[in-house]
């Protein structure tokens, strides 16, 4: 009796590198509006975790092409129809065809890549602006009167990129750009929070706590606004302006150095045996008026001031 042959085994297909780099220069060139409507050949995930391999920095240069490009939202598109997207951005491309309550009949993609294009051309605000409704698929809930919620999707959102960042070492090689992205992702819904009846504690506490973000998240903010209801357009960025504005002033009142150093009240108050009351008040705006005139220093010791008032008593009407 003769055995037969064991089976061949057949080898997997070498990766196709090259076509990943097609389909992304294909998308660059696109967003850049220097190519025609075409489909680059397919990319498979093999082959873009292959190109990921070999060449990281080569495809983050063409990925920054995309999302910098005059026109990201057609080098998105070409990512898209040629597989790209859901190789190597599957949480994005879950966004594709996913309903909201404010686009109704279109979807959170659409939203997305108007945010993009809404966003200045810089990278860190573009990357976020792809990155900041990921987290929506997961989110995404229904109340019995059909209203649609995303109730902490800002915070999923994030989770989801920290995880995409150590699949994906398309930003170890920038860690300030990294940190970015996830700081704007979690924090993009804030600035469309303010109100008017914010005290200046509320405001002072928001920009310390954006802190160097506060300008990137001001302008992600009005980029994420995106109704085709001017009114309601009009609303929203004048909210984020009311609240620009706000915060500037503060620092600015905060900037200032005050004239008198601090407890120069009570410093009055037991040196002449003054109760709490206007006349300590008084004395105060004289001291202020005198150092605005240049007539004596400001911020001196509580001591040199007590010696100038004690000298001018009459004066000070003490």
């Not at 042959?5 to 076509?19: F, H, T």
């Not at 019995?144 to 915070?155: I, M, P, Q, R, S």
């Not at 990129?161 to 992702?185: A, G, M, Q, Y």
Request: hydrophobic fraction near 45%; charged fraction near 30%.
């Amino acid at each position: 009796m003769v055995e037969s042959p064991e089976p061949k085994s057949v080898p997997s297909p070498a990766p196709r590198v090259d076509r990943v780099f097609d389909a992304l220069e294909a998308a660059a060139l696109a967003a850049e509006g220097r190519l025609e409507a075409t489909v680059p050949p397919p990319v498979s995930t093999d082959d873009f975790r292959a190109a990921v391999k070999l060449d990281p920095r080569a495809v983050r240069a063409r990925l920054d092409r995309v999302v910098m490009g005059e026109d990201p939202e057609r080098g998105l598109d070409t990512m898209l129809e040629a597989g790209a997207l859901a190789a190597i951005f599957p949480e994005v491309h879950a966004m594709v065809g996913f309903g909201d309550a404010e686009w109704r009949h279109k979807d959170v993609w659409k939203h997305t890549k108007q945010v993009v294009r809404q966003s200045e051309a810089r990278l860190e605000l573009r990357w976020a602006a792809l990155f900041h409704d990921i987290g929506k698929v997961k989110t995404r809930s229904i109340t019995a009167d059909g209203k649609v919620h995303f109730l902490g999707h800002a915070e999923v959102g994030t989770r989801m990129f920290e995880k995409l960042d150590r699949r994906l070492p398309l930003f170890v090689h920038e860690p300030p750009l990294k940190e970015t992205v996830r700081f704007l992702i979690l924090h993009h819904l804030r600035a469309n929070q303010y109100s008017p009846d914010w005290t200046d504690s509320a405001v002072r506490r928001f920009a310390r706590e954006l802190g160097p973000h506060l300008g990137d998240l001001l302008c992600l903010a009005r980029a994420d606004i995106t109704t085709k209801r001017p009114e309601k357009k009009r609303r929203g960025l004048q909210q984020i302006e009311d609240l620009q504005a706000r915060v500037a002033a503060l620092a600015a009142e905060d900037a200032r150095v005050a004239p008198l150093p601090s407890g120069i009240g009570d410093e009055l108050m037991r040196a002449f045996a003054l109760p709490p009351s206007r006349k300590v008040g008084e004395v105060k705006r004289q001291l202020e008026e005198a150092v605005a005139a240049g007539e004596i220093a400001g911020q001196l010791p509580a001591e040199a001031y007590i010696e100038l008032v004690r000298a001018s008593r009459e004066k000070f009407g003490i």
